[in-house]
């Protein structure tokens, strides 16, 4: 299996744009999470779904922040408009459903000026 | 309010001395603990984890305790190697509020093993 993929790797972006992630889970999670790594605040959890429902969107800091899963092999975590506050890497993980030993992609690391 | 607390931004050690990383929780609810290992460019992987019912758990060089009482658990590396060097990340899960188990990570430690 290929891992949790994640694109872009990198992205940079003007404030005021619209910035879109994308996350590639294992085959066969049930489960899919992001989170945001900061200095200041570490590793975050944005938002995860079961079964392609989103369960928990408390950690979303604004309804600038949005996620979607239409299926179960793919998720976007969409930023509009963008603030060069959201600067930091974004991870997506999966795990099967009550298993706490997720699987983290690589990242994508936003900069926006 | 920061529920998993990594107050040691980094770590220094010798190659082949031990390794200590520890984390402190508040929550309670708290009932399952993990400690994922990050390298640059990378996402973090799963390292080792315990269970509440338990106060140890070993893995080759790696040892988890964990101390209910005091709230704290730590990750015990014996021997480091330079390979170890790495960011360290303590997590913690259990049933929060509105019902949802979800991971809460610290913000990491920064171990450098020095050859």
């Known amino acids: 299996d290929a891992g949790v993929i994640q694109s872009p790797r990198h992205e940079v972006t003007e404030m005021g744009q619209e910035v879109t992630l994308r996350c590639k889970p294992i085959?066969?999670?049930?489960?899919l999470f992001w989170y945001r790594q900061t200095m200041m605040r570490g590793l975050e959890l944005l938002i995860y779904f079961n079964n392609n429902v989103p369960i928990d969107d408390s950690g979303m800091p604004e309804d600038r922040f949005s996620a979607k899963m239409p299926n179960a092999s793919f998720s976007t975590l969409k930023i509009q408009p963008s603030e060069p506050r959201d600067s930091a890497v974004y991870f997506c993980?999966?795990?099967?459903?009550?298993?706490?030993?997720?699987?983290f992609g690589s990242g994508t690391r936003l900069t926006v000026v | 309010d920061q529920q998993v607390k990594q107050n040691s931004p980094s770590l220094s050690v010798q190659e082949g001395r031990i390794s200590i990383l520890n984390c402190d929780y508040t929550n309670s609810m708290f009932d399952y603990f993990l400690w994922y290992k990050k390298y640059p460019a990378e996402g973090p992987t799963f390292l080792i984890s315990?269970?509440?019912?338990?106060d140890k758990n070993e893995d080759g060089r790696f040892t988890v305790f964990l101390n209910k009482s005091a709230k704290h658990l730590s990750l015990h590396i014996v021997p480091s190697q330079p390979g170890d060097s790495a960011v360290y990340f303590c997590a913690a899960s259990g049933v929060t509020q509105g019902g949802s188990e979800k991971l809460v990570f610290g913000k990491g430690t920064k171990l450098t093993v020095n050859p």
């Open positions: 993980a999966s795990s099967l459903a009550g298993n706490y030993g997720y699987t």
């Open positions: 085959s066969g999670h049930n489960s």
């Open positions: 315990i269970s509440s019912i338990k």
